[in-house]
DNA sequence: TTGAAACTATACAGACCTGTATGTATACTA
DNA sequence: TAGTATACATACAGGTCTGTATAGTTTCAA
């Protein structure tokens, strides 16, 4: 095992670890003890737990983000398409056994202090959403773009927030339709 | 200081502390500290930390069902202007200086195995919400109620994560513009 | 084959956690 | 006024946490 892959299987390890129960209730010695390792080499790659968090929030970043463009850009092509697709690829992900969440908001509700660098990173993660859903909104000129953005995020995080709680069997189908109802709403009203 | 309001003192405190800081991060001796109180108070009062935090969430239950319906029935009369109304009450939570985001959101991110009382009690609190929209709602007969309900709640909880994560600076006025939207679809539609 | 870098195993320091034990003081009730 | 329930302060038991210290072992390249 390379030197590269032991830091990456660490990471993993911690990753899965800290989505499924949480960051504080992850201690360093469940991750050393189910990464097979030492407890000096976890530290000789990673200065701190700390570190090792910022490490899973950046990861997340990276491989939600490339899920989410190559889902999304694959088949649809017209801006409604490309918007309703979002929630197609919400259904998906929230349809995998091993769902668990958004971690931002997980971890975001878990270090609510502002000024906290977890909750400063999940903020700025999060605002990938929208920039993307502005990005497809630049094709539509004449439409109320801020209104129809801010209701389709509010939607995607709605239904992201009912499937971590339970509440809405087809949190990913309700929130497709209503977003179909506010989309041609404002394209066909040109406002 | 009578029995009973030390033991609502305690709690009041102890709801503060888990509101703002996080369960966990909130330890029996912080709350004992800042309720002025001695430990063994506290352990008189409640039989474990376990059983502080579950009144925590209860109480929270309690104050906002109150609040909430004490808002909406205030001046609305019709249906629309009913749903509308929770949305305004949105905007009043989330411009107050004390919001702090969602405890059951929060909770439930906290304690994410489903199978943890912590859990459990946040997804049923949770469920109140959808069962007032649906109550509104059942005065509209031959509409797509439950279309427009999950839309709408999806939206309630949209609004209220945004706010958790400051990622739109407006979310209950966009939430609101966007169910004005669906509202006035479903009602027209009679779909 | 020798030497440096990476990994392993174990122990432990110091802080924090929940919950209990003990004895004293206060306040209400009979 | 005597007795009882409640609250007090302090100490501590036993566990967990992060991070370090130390010494032995593997790996791999020169």
Known sequence: ?????????????ASDLFNKKGIRATGVDQ???ESNIAKMTLYNHFRSKDELVLAYLMKYD???RKRFEDSVN???KTPRDKLLA???MLGEWFGEPEFNG???IKTAAEFMDHSHP???AARNYKAFMKKYIDSVLNECPSVNREALSSGLSLLVEGAITAAMLQTDPKPAEHAR???RVIIDYYLANNK
């Open 118 to 120: 977890y909750y400063e």
């Open 86 to 88: 979002v929630f197609d």
């Open 177 to 179: 339709d209503t977003a």
């Open 62 to 64: 990276d491989e939600w």
């Open 74 to 76: 694959k088949s649809a």
């Open 31 to 33: 991750v050393v003890s």
């Open 102 to 104: 958004c971690v931002y």
């Open 1 to 13: 095992m390379a030197n590269k892959s032991k830091k990456e299987h660490i990471l993993t390890v």
